[in-house]
């Protein structure tokens, strides 16, 4: 079966940094993305990642451990406008993306 | 960079009537679209692959019968919903998968807010 795991909410500090953490379990992996989604809106591309590391860009960076089927998405410097919803979703067979319920950001001053 | 529109950005429609719902890629083809469904606060759902001159793929529990999708060229999809019903009522959002160029790269339209009232 397919089962992706994420917080169903967080908040932290403007400025501050705040790890958002993914688990999941697939019957196929061709990569994990990360979304941003504000309320009302079609996600946004974050972040992509196939082979195990971290990716850095920016602000965000996004890590994958792919033997331990889990993923974070670390969010430097926050911003009021970061408040958001994060959705994690993996890519399987035929470039389906399945995504995680997603967790809702709560930036605070 | 790729764009992916989906008209009309928002419908109010009465009960037991069908809607159409258009997604395109401006600027890429792509010969694969996903249609997925989000209620609030909960994540997409992926509701059916649409491939370019093939039947739809739905996933478990989505009705291909109720759900009607076409994908008659490598710019367009189409999702009808028919017989519409309040609990139809949803946030729809296609998204393209770019079939040349950045092959794989899956762009998201901007959505179709639904009412069924």
């Known amino acids: 079966g397919q089962n992706i795991d994420q917080p169903t909410e967080m908040t932290a500090t403007e400025g501050a940094i705040v790890q958002i953490n993914c688990t999941y379990q697939?019957?196929?992996?061709?990569?994990l993305f990360w979304y941003q989604q504000h309320a009302g809106e079609a996600p946004t591309f974050l972040s992509y990642?196939?082979?195990?590391g971290l990716e850095e860009k920016g602000r965000f960076s996004s890590f994958l451990s792919r033997s331990k089927g889990y993923s974070y998405l670390l969010l430097k410097e926050l911003q009021m406008k970061d408040s958001a919803s994060y959705l994690c979703?993996?890519?399987?067979?035929?470039?389906?993306?399945?995504f995680g319920q997603g967790t809702e950001l709560s930036v605070k001053p | 960079g790729a764009v992916v529109s989906q008209h009309p950005s928002w419908v109010i429609c009465k009960s037991g009537t069908s809607v159409k719902i258009e997604c395109r890629s401006l600027?890429?083809?792509?010969?694969?679209m996903f249609w997925y469904r989000q209620f609030p606060k909960q994540s997409l759902m992926l509701m059916a692959t649409s491939n370019e001159g093939s039947k739809a793929t739905y996933e478990q529990g989505v009705e291909k019968d109720k759900f009607l999708i076409n994908h008659a060229s490598l710019t367009l999809s189409t999702l009808t919903v028919t017989s519409a019903h309040p609990e139809d009522s949803s946030f729809y959002i296609c998204?393209?998968?770019?079939?040349?160029?950045?092959?794989?790269?899956?762009?998201f339209g901007p959505g179709t807010r639904l009412t069924v009232t």
């Open positions: 600027d890429f083809q792509a010969t694969t």
């Open positions: 697939t019957s196929g992996f061709n990569g």
């Open positions: 998204s393209a998968m770019a079939s040349s160029g950045r092959v794989g790269e899956q762009y």
């Open positions: 990642n196939v082979l195990d």
């Open positions: 979703a993996v890519r399987g067979q035929g470039g389906k993306l399945i």
